[in-house]
């Protein structure tokens, strides 16, 4: 029977290589990196584009939009304050990697900035496989996806730094356990930073934006 793993390695492998590569190149302009996760809906874009005016005046942020088509997401990037939107088409592809955000960053200048959004395609499978170079990984989980995802996507809640727990607003009108869910985070992932957000309400979004804040400025 044929053995696809050592392929498979390869594969991630000459990723990772990359994705130190990527690391490096973000490490030697001073510029600190997020990777953004979240399922199709979850709110990543609306995220970004809630965050980048309370980052005004404090921080110079770039923005790098990966989704299978469209610049749609790139474009509320920039309306919302980004200094810097390129967005990346997979066409096709579950998510981004090494090799799409190198091509990414020859397009900007790291010098002008402090901070670098890479908002990844919605998905909660594949991009969690594919290193990008970033220093920290950001899960986007939203209610309405329901309190279960912890359990049903282990690997890539074991594997985020971050965590923003978004459309808190809706709790009232959604079945929904909190407690539940973040037993099911606690298992897989202690340490990890958790942030309770609306985009709508504007609720946790301030402290959101001082830790990045804080984490660019380190």
């Not at 793993?5 to 991630?12: T, Y």
């Not at 901070?115 to 594919?130: D, M, Q, S, T």
């Not at 170079?133 to 309190?147: C, F, M």
């Amino acid at each position: 029977m044929p053995q696809n793993i050592p392929i498979v390695e390869n594969i991630l492998n000459a990723n990772d290589r990359l994705a130190q590569t990527n690391r490096a190149r973000i490490d030697a302009a001073g510029v600190f990196s997020i990777n953004i996760l979240a399922s199709p809906g979850a709110g990543k874009t609306s995220l970004i584009e809630k965050t980048l005016p309370l980052l005004k005046g404090r921080l110079r942020v770039a923005a790098v939009d990966g989704d299978i088509a469209t610049s749609i997401d790139s474009d509320r990037a920039a309306a919302a304050g980004a200094g810097a939107a390129i967005q990346i088409n997979t066409g096709g592809d579950c998510h981004l990697d090494a090799v799409m955000l190198h091509g990414a960053l020859e397009q900007l200048d790291l010098t002008q900035f402090d901070l670098l959004i890479v908002e990844n395609v919605g998905n909660l499978v594949c991009p969690a496989n594919f290193k990008l170079g970033t220093h920290k990984t950001v899960l986007v989980a939203s209610i309405p996806e329901g309190d279960d995802k912890p359990y049903k996507y282990p690997g890539t809640y074991r594997g985020v730094d971050v965590l923003v727990v978004n459309k808190i607003d809706l709790l009232p009108y959604v079945d929904f356990r909190m407690d539940y869910f973040q037993q099911g985070v606690q298992v897989l992932n202690p340490n990890v930073t958790t942030f309770q957000t609306s985009c709508r309400t504007g609720e946790g979004l301030q402290a959101w934006a001082d830790w990045l804040v804080e984490n660019a400025k380190k």
